[in-house]
């Protein structure tokens, strides 16, 4: 899948070592990109370990950006003390509910998309 709302959803998960997408090339820190692939949905799963969304690879939602997901998101990056997220990339800022909603739409792309794939 390819969004520009999965840039974001990198460059916030890129903010945490423990979180990162990668160490270097595509999807590390600055160099994020609008695919949700294996590394993102990698760095999702640690995301939602690490913050205790779920507690093993068989909980619902493993690897997802869903509900409980968003609002762990939200939660995290608004205790970091502050409300306004600013990606590595010097042009743009997002608030935490916009990046909510662009979560959202991405995670409602996906749900179709699995839907397709379902059906195929």
């Known amino acids: 899948m390819s969004n520009s709302s999965i840039k974001r959803l990198q ?4 903010s945490d070592s423990d979180t990162q ?3 270097s090339g595509a999807g590390s ?3 994020e990109t609008e695919y949700y692939g294996s590394l993102t949905r990698a760095a999702v799963r640690k995301f939602q ?4 969304v779920v507690s093993s ?3 619902a939602g493993y690897g997802y950006v869903g509900p409980n997901t968003r609002a762990k998101l939200q939660e995290v990056f608004s205790e970091a003390g502050s409300s306004q ?7 743009a800022s997002v608030t935490v509910d916009e990046l909510s909603a662009q979560i959202q739409a991405m995670l409602e792309q996906v749900q179709a998309l699995q839907l397709e ?3 195929a």
């Open 117 to 119: 794939l379902e059906a």
């Open 49 to 52: 370990m690490k913050y205790g």
């Open 57 to 59: 690879a068989s909980d």
């Open 11 to 14: 460059q916030l998960l890129n």
């Open 21 to 23: 997408i990668a160490a």
């Open 85 to 91: 997220i600013t990606p590595s990339t010097p042009t």
């Open 29 to 31: 820190a600055g160099n």
